[in-house]
């Protein structure tokens, strides 16, 4: 096969237009994903924005829920 023709297939954790949360925001606002760099050795850089805000961040430093003990400031 021909170098040209090859596929690859890359997992992330989150895709564009997800909704997460900053896992250390103490405000645990929702943010939406808006960029995606993909690094060898499988790392994924997520760009994330809330409102004019933008984060550059891997993905175990987000998730889909929102941290509530972190809001309550525990």
């Given at each position: 096969?021909?170098?040209?023709?090859?596929?690859?297939?890359?997992?992330?954790?989150?895709?564009?237009?997800d909704f997460?949360?900053?896992?250390?925001?103490?405000?645990?606002e929702q943010w939406i994903v808006t960029d995606i760099e993909l690094r060898p050795n499988g790392v994924c850089?997520?760009?994330?924005a809330c409102g004019s805000s933008t984060y550059t961040?891997?993905?175990f430093e987000l998730s889909t829920l929102p941290n509530?003990?972190?809001?309550l400031g525990l």
């Open positions: 096969m021909n170098d040209i023709h090859k596929k690859h297939v890359h997992y992330t954790a989150f895709t564009f237009g997460v949360y900053l896992k250390t925001d103490v405000n645990q850089i997520y760009t994330v961040g891997y993905d509530e003990s972190k809001k």
